[in-house]
Nanobody, 121 residues
């Protein structure tokens, strides 16, 4: 059983940077694949970025080159560095964990409650 708690969201202006964190407890953190998803009002939850236990990463095309996912196994924390944000990045951002990586929410068993990111123009 893994518990995930996101932090770092807030209100920023277009072009700013923001770093989200997701702290985990329980389970064997280093063995899990971790991912960030986001959900905007009226839209489905979508994959943003993922990182395997091997530290191999994957990104959605919409954030490639702007966002970066990383993990610190000693701190049991996964990060999402968001640069050059724009209004389309406004959403609730969720952290997810499971044994394997995937781009669909159903691939993940464990979820945090989310953190709101709002980007103003």
């Amino acid at each position: 059983q893994v518990q995930l708690v996101e932090s770092g969201g807030g209100l920023v202006q277009a072009g700013d940077s923001l770093r989200l964190s997701c702290a985990a407890s329980g389970g064997t953190f280093s063995r899990y694949a971790l991912a960030w998803f986001r959900q905007a009002p009226g839209k489905e939850r979508e994959f943003v970025a993922g990182i395997r236990s091997t530290h191999m990463t994957a990104y959605a095309d919409s954030v490639k080159g702007r966002f970066s996912i990383s993990r610190d196994n000693a701190k049991k924390t996964v990060y999402l560095q968001m640069n050059s944000v724009n209004v389309e990045d406004t959403a609730v951002y969720y952290c997810a964990a499971d044994w394997g990586i995937g781009v669909f929410p159903r691939a993940y068993q464990y979820w945090g409650r989310g953190t709101q990111v709002t980007v103003s123009s």
